[in-house]
């Protein structure tokens, strides 16, 4: 999870994931409570920067990120040494 770059979509996104995402775990998994547990985390998923020093915090090294889809998904990587 990561937060979206770009703040037109993220506002766009936040509307999708709190008003589409809950109704589609309501009706195809009937569990409506789960899917807006699921956006509520993500929404309290740090952002790329903030994960990737809690990366480096760690004492993991050539901490990175690559933002996907304008930042809905971030791919870190990082190298642990020794």
């Known amino acids: 999870f990561s937060q979206l770059t770009n703040p037109m979509l993220r506002a766009a996104y936040e509307r ?3 008003e589409v995402i809950p109704k589609i775990g309501a009706a ?3 569990d409506r409570a789960s899917y807006q ?5 993500i929404r309290r998923f ?3 920067e903030t994960f ?3 990366i ?3 004492g993991l090294r050539c ?3 690559t933002n996907l889809t304008n930042g809905v998904v971030a791919i870190h990587s990082a190298v642990k040494l020794g």
């Open 56 to 58: 480096r915090d760690s």
């Open 46 to 48: 740090p952002d790329q």
């Open 63 to 65: 901490v990175q990120h």
């Open 28 to 30: 195809v998994a009937n």
């Open 37 to 41: 547990y699921l956006v509520e985390s």
């Open 52 to 54: 990737s020093q809690m």
């Open 16 to 18: 999708y994931s709190f």
